[in-house]
């Protein structure tokens, strides 16, 4: 029994370290970084996954002109749908610009995790008047 205790209370623990700060207020936070891609959290708290990480194309820009970059597109539809932010430092905030369907939106930015190799999380918090959507992604190229 004690065993069981000691093992349960070091996953508490691990999990506790580990976890992943899924949705801001409102909203409250996600501890299991369960929803890849690019999400938002409906009116009834539910998360919906827009793309899914398995159709996100992310490329993280270190030396563009705009100094370190993230460009995340949909796969499928790359002119349809796409992102870019400089804000890339781990608590940053910032601006972006979401492109949809012909459309151009400049959001606010909170960088929640970050990463700077292939194969690496980042997390963006988006914010607009009454909207908010999360992208977690794993960094596929590195330029």
Do not use: W
Not at 49 to 72: A, K, M, Q, R
């Amino acid at each position: 029994m004690k065993t069981i205790f000691k093992t349960f209370v070091a996953l508490i623990v691990v999990l506790t370290f580990s976890s992943c700060n899924n949705d801001d207020a409102p909203y409250a936070n996600d501890d299991t970084c369960q929803y890849q891609g690019f999400t938002f959290v409906d009116t009834t708290t539910t998360t919906q996954t827009l793309i899914p990480e398995s159709d996100l194309t992310t490329d993280f820009f270190n030396t563009s002109s705009n100094g370190p970059e993230v460009e995340i597109y949909q796969t499928s539809n790359p002119g349809g749908f796409n992102f870019t932010t400089t804000v890339v430092t781990l608590n940053g905030t910032g601006t972006g610009t979401l492109n949809l369907n012909g459309n151009t939106y400049t959001v606010n930015v909170t960088c929640q995790r970050t990463g700077n190799a292939i194969g690496q999380e980042m997390r963006f918090d988006l914010t607009a008047t009454g909207v908010e959507a999360e992208f977690c992604v794993i960094i596929d190229a590195f330029h």
